[in-house]
């Protein structure tokens, strides 16, 4: 018997189950839809959502219900809602594994939020390289379309609700919000600058709410089944419901595992992940996604939940948990993520674009055996002049991991610019090639 | 905000407005004008239609040309250099020619900790490129990535719209082999799902 109920994972978890709208239906599926659309008002479906105190699922735990508040009441115009399926925060998979195996979960879910906000329109924006996910995506949207759940005219209830799938095209900051309406608007996509708002001006200037897969796939449930259900899973008040948590890394086995919101690290990784995949013992590992510190064996302890990851000093984030094994450098680790966030920072704000571009020669003259002490400080002071000081989150994510394992394991840092001194190979900086 | 930034001045200079009949290219109008038209009905601003219509330029001629681009910008009423600086932007736009079959594999750490690099090491033995690098048959482009969302069954790459993933040496090879002979391979992932039943 499993120890946790499954929720999101639940209909893909059973014996032949496709995805189709058939097999969806058979589950209880788009019952949660017809009991809600036209029967009860859109306000208090946003109340049940507030109750019930579902977080954003894709990394900055937004309370969902309040997202939706922030929409004008008595605005006229169109309306939209943006589902956020460009997952691309390295070490999550979970939204791949939603949309390509149960399909019609998020578009009951979309079509619910929808509703909910007063948007007749909704776009699926989904990472350019699932190019299987959209045609699953596209191939649901039909028959939903046809079955009469999406569409003008739901149901016969007057409701329409239509739905979209827009494909990105390989940037991860499109995950950042206002970046992915840029892009939905056909630009290059470079975060806004915040106020104002989604809720007010968001895509093509309207009143938008964007939210993430996961987060949309729990809608139905939490309508089904009632907010005090969903409020009682996890560690309430401020961490309600399960999340699929990835796992990544020197583990057995790694792949999604939902869990309820408060399990601890250890549980996840040597329970249900199988525990390392050697004799070797876990060394470090990241909470949730690359944007978020490192922890160390000291954390294994530490509550899967919002609050208990950020009391440790990291985030839980989108839910990627990477662990790394004893043998590790940990300085090879912070500058293999140092590259994947040099090569995506947008070149929008100064501090990331040129830091980005500092960070990473001096993490590799470090890593190559020609690095100097006073590269910890430079370091350090870049990434104090990076953080808080760009337009979105993205110049507080690059610089975790250096920060993290600066603090954890500099002496890692200090070895290698030990052995460049003894080796005497410090030579003046060769002329970096940009890539 | 604007939904496109063209200023008067631009549209009003002779050079810069550069519309379809000016042009007279209408290669992708003629070949897609259903699928386009279709694009254009989902989006109440048409330039949201753009990275749609560069993937659709892209699987005409394998990248984007700059006709392609002059050709988008008529359609959508936009300028040129509007359309480029967007084609810019993205990794997965290519603005020049790439290999039939253009291999991506992921090098971000969640894949590196399992073998990425041994995985690149194996295909540049194989087909004799460095990443970045075209085989002179022009079968087989080279890419070195990041992140690419599959973080529980590395190491991974990603092969034209196909994912591979959980790669092993032999595993490898026979992709290279069943992608030269028959364009195709029957290890291309499914819909995901991992652990399939731990539960």
Not at chain 1, 24 to 52: C, F, Q, W
Not at chain 1, 105 to 126: F, K, R, T
Not at chain 1, 144 to 170: F, P
Request: aromatic content about 8%; charged content about 20%; some cysteine.
């Amino acid at each position: 018997m499993p120890k946790y109920e499954l929720v999101l994972l639940k209909n893909m978890m059973q014996p032949g189950y496709t995805g189709s709208l058939a097999d969806y239906e058979k589950t209880g599926g788009y019952h949660a839809l017809r009991n809600t659309l036209g029967k009860i008002a859109p306000t208090d479906v946003t109340t049940t959502v507030m109750k019930s105190g579902l977080r954003g699922r894709g990394g900055a735990g937004f309370p969902t219900g309040v997202k939706w508040g922030f929409l004008p009441k008595d605005y006229q115009g169109p309306r939209y809602l943006c589902c956020n399926a460009d997952e691309s925060e390295p070490g999550t998979f979970k939204d791949r594994q939603l949309m390509e195996r149960d399909p019609h979960q998020l578009l009951e879910g979309i079509v619910l939020a929808g509703y909910a906000i007063g948007a007749q329109s909704a776009y699926i924006y989904i990472r350019g390289e699932m190019v299987l996910g959209s045609k699953i995506l596209e191939r649901a949207i039909g028959e939903a379309r046809a079955a009469g759940y999406i569409g003008k005219n739901i149901l016969g209830t007057g409701i329409t609700v239509d739905v979209w799938v827009h494909r990105g095209a390989g940037a991860y900051i499109c995950g950042e919000e206002t970046a992915l309406l840029e892009s939905l608007e056909g630009k290059r996509g470079l975060p806004r600058v915040k106020p104002p708002f989604p809720a007010t001006h968001g895509l093509y200037n309207k009143p938008t709410v964007v939210n993430n897969v996961e987060t949309l796939a729990n809608l139905p449930h939490i309508l089904s089944r009632g907010p005090e259900w969903f409020a009682s899973i996890g560690s309430p008040p401020k961490s309600t419901g399960t999340r699929v948590f990835c796992v990544s890394g020197h583990v057995k086995r790694p792949g999604n595992y939902e869990l309820p919101m408060g399990v601890t690290i250890r549980e996840l990784v040597f329970e249900h992940a199988g525990g390392m995949r050697s004799d070797k013992p876990l060394k470090a590992f990241i909470p949730g996604g690359a944007s978020a510190p490192f922890l160390t064996p000291d954390h294994l302890d530490v509550k899967l939940d919002f609050e208990s990851v950020a009391a440790a000093g990291s985030m839980l984030g989108s839910g990627g948990v990477t662990v790394m094994e004893e043998g590790t450098s940990m300085v090879w680790a912070a500058l293999r993520l140092m590259e994947f966030f040099y090569h995506e920072s947008c070149g929008k704000c100064s501090p990331c674009r040129e830091g980005s571009s500092w960070l990473v020669q001096t993490m590799r003259r470090i890593m190559a055996k020609r690095g100097q002490m006073q590269d910890l400080e430079t370091l350090t002071d870049l990434c104090k002049n990076i953080a808080g000081r760009t337009v979105c989150a993205f110049g507080d994510a690059e610089v975790s991991p250096i920060m993290s394992t600066l603090k954890h394991w500099r002496h890692e840092y200090v070895t290698l610019i030990h052995e460049a001194e003894a080796a005497n190979l410090i030579r003046p900086e060769s002329v970096g090639t940009r890539h | 905000m604007g939904m496109c930034s063209v200023n008067a001045r631009s549209l009003e200079h002779p050079g810069r407005h550069l519309g379809e009949e000016k042009w007279g290219e209408k290669v992708l109008k003629e070949k897609y004008g259903k699928e386009i038209e279709e694009i254009l009905s989902r989006y109440p601003v048409k330039r949201s239609a753009l990275i749609p219509l560069l993937y659709l330029a892209q699987r005409e001629h394998g990248y984007i040309t700059e006709a392609a681009m002059t050709e988008i910008a008529g359609l959508l009423k936009l300028t040129p250099p509007q359309v480029y600086e967007t084609a810019t932007f993205y990794t997965m736009l290519n603005l020049k020619k790439v290999g039939t079959h253009h291999i991506q594999v992921c090098k971000s750490l969640m894949c590196a900790l399992v073998g990425s690099d041994t995985v690149i090491g194996w295909i540049k033995t194989k087909l004799g490129i460095a990443p970045g690098e075209t085989t002179a048959d022009g079968l087989f482009t080279l890419t070195a990535v990041e992140c690419l969302a599959a973080c529980g069954t590395a190491p991974m790459m990603q092969i034209n719209d196909d994912y591979y993933e959980r790669l092993t040496e032999e595993k490898v090879d026979k992709i290279l082999v069943d992608l030269r002979t028959a364009g195709t391979s029957p290890l291309k992932s499914g819909p995901y799902m991992w652990p399939e039943s731990t539960r």
